[in-house]
């Protein structure tokens, strides 16, 4: 391998474990999702680690490719519907609930501290 090649084979991995990371990241976080409970998501998870520590050796670039592609195309089949959304969470139920003062509306906080003066 000469050095520009190896530097595009090396560059093409990076953005490969890249790709399986944010993958695994989001269908982890969407297992959630589907699990009502913690102790049914456990097993979710360990499944979900269990189908990509299956494919963890392998060394073909374009398989790889295909792979990768083939688990963004069933991520994207499964994801859910309505997923979780923290409620403070931009899109959550309590999401801007409480809006800024208008201006000229003077907050005191002092907590019912007065001056005895």
Known sequence: MSGATAAA???????????????????LKDTLNWAVHRHLFYQDASDLREKFEAHKHAEDLDTIDKMIAAGE??????????????????GGSKFTRNPVPPSGIEIVYDYGREDNE
């Open 73 to 90: 195309a069933t991520y994207n089949k499964w994801r859910h519907p309505d997923p979780y959304i923290v409620p403070w969470a931009p």
């Open 9 to 27: 084979y090396l560059a093409r991995r990076a953005a490969q474990k890249e790709r399986v990371r944010i993958l695994y990241r989001r269908a």
